[in-house]
């Protein structure tokens, strides 16, 4: 008999206590470490991992302000000041009775509907000031959170015309299942290959290659594992699909599960979703009531396959898969060295697929509508559509499920974006564009998309944007590694520095070097990619970056010899 999945239950014995008390006292990692058989310093070490595991008191009502670039477009320093005001707790603490805790968090998925916060988990949005007064004023007499907060739109702006949609086309439970009756694990596995559907989570590898290469590695069981902790600053793609057709998600992970022979799935939510848990819950149990979920499956004896969710606690690299598992297997949510690859040895050794939620939806559509249909779809490199969570200076923030192909003006123009100045494709790990690029098409050929476009009109600045960005590097780097930690850290005061007007042009110099060493020796894609935007950006505009050293030192009056060379360089005077 194949092992049964024996999850380790640290996460869910620390939200336990988080949840019950609001923080974790020392006697309680101590009573769960004893439980579990730990060491108490190992429990304490996978606490502090997460931002949303407190040790000191945190508040009956815990606040987290989102603090992303789109967020800080949208009020995000008078929203601060509001909170503070009304419950009377200082930013990153609590007040003095105990009763509210204010914090700022990465992004929270909610960028089409910014400013928005999260209070005890439940989502808040388009905050005004008076708002904020009213929501505390409630909470303060008594109001449950739950009767407050605002339930989130999912606004499905485009889908492509005639019978093109694949995510967002009408959903029937269960139709792509029905074809599972009639294929083989190894012909599902085919099946998808023949599609070239790539993977959506960021990384773009062929989903049925990922699948096959799973089914090659012998062994007693395997683990399918859907990543749902979309946690991209500007990304709500999968928030959608978790929200408008989670059974088709589900439905994915039951082929994912049949076709590499696991027994087991597990939905990995990031805990900024948790007010998505009773209906994927609930969506769980309608495939076991309908006969796909569960011990014996009678439509594919003899597999048995059941699908569980692990809720995350606040790590945006645990979206890195090695991370991801480490912290399904109640650990620090560290990336591996890539020596074995999750489809060889992953989730308690054994051979896993982890799959983007998007990946494992687009999956059952290539079951349900054909492979050759899927492939006549798209590009060449990049078959099929696309979501993408557009928001940002335009008129139509929201999901637009785009054919691979499109081009950069077609989208603005569908989005109602005008002046724009900047556009920050696949958040900030991705990549600035200009609106000279705007005949680049959104494809594997040209420019791949992770998902997000954040739109800037020209009045933004764009320094800032890409001070929010190394800001959020900084915070959510894991430390692992040197040149990530310690160069996400330099980066930030680099731009800080140039900001208050100090900077010189031997800094933006350094900020390439340190970049480009960050891009060649850190570990995962966080170190990796952290330094791409500026680096970009300053390809794209020197004279911005030459001006931004001299104009502000000379705002300042620093204005220095080599900075005032460069601008004589620029300005042609030599
Ligand atoms: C720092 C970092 C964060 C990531 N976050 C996510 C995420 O939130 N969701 C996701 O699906 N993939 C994320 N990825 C990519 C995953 O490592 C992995 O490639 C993906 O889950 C595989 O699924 P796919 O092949 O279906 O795209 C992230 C990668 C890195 C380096
Ligand atoms: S690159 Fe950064 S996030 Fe990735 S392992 Fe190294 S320190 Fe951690």
């Excluded at 194949?2 to 380790?8: D, F, G, R, W, Y």
Aim: charge should be negative; hydrophobic fraction near 40%; aromatic fraction near 10%.
């Amino acid at each position: 008999m194949p092992p049964v999945e024996n999850h380790p239950p640290l996460l869910d014995l620390l939200w336990a206590c988080q949840d019950a008390k609001g923080f974790l006292a020392d006697e309680d990692i101590a009573a769960i470490a004893k439980r579990l058989e730990m060491p108490f310093i190992d429990v304490e070490g996978v606490c502090t991992f997460y931002h949303f595991f407190h040790r000191k008191p945190a508040g009956k009502y815990i606040i987290y302000l989102n603090s992303s670039i789109l967020s800080e477009c949208n009020g995000f320093e008078e929203l601060r000041k509001a909170f503070q005001e009304a419950t009377g707790a200082p930013w990153n603490g609590v007040d003095r009775k105990g009763v509210f805790g204010l914090y700022d968090t990465s992004c929270i998925g909610l960028s089409d509907q910014e400013p928005a916060a999260l209070i005890n988990f439940h989502p808040f949005t388009r905050l005004t000031p008076e708002k904020v007064f009213r929501i505390i004023k409630a909470l303060q007499s008594g109001v449950p959170v739950p009767e407050l907060a605002d339930r989130v739109e999912n606004q499905v702006r485009y889908i492509p015309p005639g019978d093109k949609a694949v995510l967002f086309r009408e959903h029937t439970p269960g139709r792509s299942l029905e074809q599972l009756k009639s294929l083989r694990p190894e012909e599902v596995v085919e099946e998808v290959r023949t599609s070239g559907l790539r993977g959506m989570g960021g990384a773009f590898f062929p989903v049925g290659e990922k699948w096959k290469l799973c089914r090659s590695h012998e062994a007693p069981t395997r683990y399918v594992v859907c990543n749902a902790d979309e946690g991209e600053p500007g990304t709500f793609k999968d928030r959608a699909i978790l929200s408008l057709v989670p059974g088709l998600l589900i439905e994915g992970m039951i082929i994912a599960g049949y076709a590499v022979g696991a027994r087991q799935g597990i939905l990995y939510l990031r805990a900024e979703y948790r007010y998505l848990l009773p209906l994927l819950e609930a969506t769980i149990e309608q495939y076991r009531k309908m006969g796909w979920l569960g011990k014996h499956i009678p439509a594919l004896e003899p597999f048995d396959y059941d699908i569980r969710i692990q809720i995350g606690a606040g790590a945006y690299v645990c979206g890195e898969e090695t991370a991801l598992l480490e912290s399904l297997m109640g650990r620090r949510g560290e990336p591996w060295t890539k020596v074995v690859f999750p489809v060889e040895r992953g989730y308690l050794g054994f051979p896993t697929v982890v799959n983007n939620v998007e990946s494992l939806s687009a999956a059952a559509r290539v079951l349900e509508i054909g492979a050759s249909p899927y492939r006549s779809l798209g590009t060449t490199q990049s078959p099929g559509t696309r979501l993408l969570s557009v928001a940002g200076d335009c008129e139509r923030p929201g999901i637009y499920e785009i054919e691979w192909g499109m081009t950069v003006r077609e989208l603005l123009d569908l989005a109602g974006a005008r002046d724009t100045g900047y556009i920050q494709f696949s958040g900030p790990s991705g990549i600035g564009v200009a609106p000279t690029e705007k005949d680049r098409r959104i494809c594997f050929e040209d420019l791949p998309c992770g998902g997000s476009v954040m739109i800037f009109d020209q009045k933004r600045d764009l320094l800032r944007i890409l001070s929010n960005f190394t800001t959020f590097f900084k915070h959510e780097s894991c430390g692992v590694c040197t040149p990530c930690r310690a160069g996400n850290f330099i980066l930030s005061r680099k731009l800080e520095k140039i900001s208050r007007g100090l900077g010189r042009s031997a800094d933006l110099e350094e900020i390439r070097q340190w970049g480009n060493l960050m891009r060649v020796t850190s570990r995962c894609g966080l170190g990796k990619a952290s330094a791409q935007s500026i680096i970009r950006a300053m390809d794209q505009y020197p004279d911005y970056f030459q001006k931004l050293v001299l104009e502000k030192g000379r705002e300042k009056g620093f204005l220095m010899e080599e900075a005032l060379e460069a601008y004589r360089d620029a300005a042609g005077e030599h």
